[in-house]
């Protein structure tokens, strides 16, 4: 019929379905599309309307393909001290629902120093070392999945952010500043920038190194340096004279610092 307009229909659900524009031709055709987020059969009715003096309903079958969805990346995160030297390393899973393998995934990272989040040129590894610039800022790690097929690129995904960035750590003083061969000593070390779980060691020097135990860091308030507290046990033998160390504190980031220390 010719000149009639035509109403289509679609059954099941993610359908997305484009009415035909105009009347049918003079073969009494009209076209319509389907497209459908959901794989399966749907039956498809055109009704003619009425106008023509014919209403009548047809309907077919037809197969929708399923649709290849993006990857995503999840539980994303940043391990690592915020702290001037340290390395951040970024952390993501990355999942494809029709298990296409992952391809060149790509990362950012980011930099907020309280005007918005701004991208740091040339961080674009996985792991990130903190430099002067960042000092006082908020850090972000951003991830874009990336699949080997099918869709390829994915939404890109944030951590939260880690920080502000501490300066580098210093050691302004130790107290005492040297123990007697075979003495166990309290020893306070002060300082900037202590973290939980820093340690204390001694580098290779003369004789045996004094042993460290029970390290605490106490963080300053109101402006006071922050402590760590620790015993110190040094060993008898060695050379005679003064024994002189470099007394190292390690932060968990890596960063370090150290301090002159003797054994008499």
Do not use: C
Not at 16 to 25: I, K
């Amino acid at each position: 019929i010719q000149g009639a307009s035509v109403v289509l229909a679609a059954s099941g659900g993610g359908n997305t379905l484009t009415q035909p524009v105009g009347v049918t031709n003079a073969a009494g055709q009209a076209t319509g599309t389907l497209s459908s987020t959901e794989a399966g059969d749907k039956t498809v009715s055109a009704t003619i309307d009425a106008t023509v003096g014919v209403t009548q309903t047809a309907t077919v079958s037809v197969t929708a393909a399923p649709v290849n969805t993006a990857p995503v990346a999840s539980d994303v995160s940043i391990t690592g001290t915020p702290q001037l030297d340290a390395v951040l390393t970024g952390n993501y899973t990355y999942t494809d629902t029709e298990g296409d393998l992952q391809g060149a995934t790509t990362f950012r990272w980011l930099r907020d120093d309280g005007s918005g989040p701004a991208e740091i040129l040339g961080a674009t590894q996985q792991t990130y070392t903190l430099q002067a610039t960042d000092v006082g800022a908020m850090i972000t790690f951003e991830v874009t999945p990336v699949a080997q097929s099918g869709t390829t690129t994915g939404t890109p995904a944030a951590s939260a952010p880690v920080g502000p960035v501490m300066g580098a750590m210093s050691i302004t003083s130790i107290t005492p500043p040297f123990m007697l061969r075979g003495e166990s000593s309290q020893v306070t070390i002060e300082g900037l920038n202590f973290v939980d779980g820093a340690t204390v060691s001694f580098d290779p020097g003369q004789g045996p190194a004094p042993t460290v135990s029970d390290v605490q860091v106490i963080h300053g308030q109101n402006g006071a340096p922050d402590q760590i507290t620790a015993t110190f046990a040094a060993k008898t033998g060695g050379p005679k004279g003064d024994l002189n160390w470099v007394l190292r504190v390690t932060n968990p980031g890596g960063a370090t610092a150290t301090v002159p220390f003797t054994v008499r």
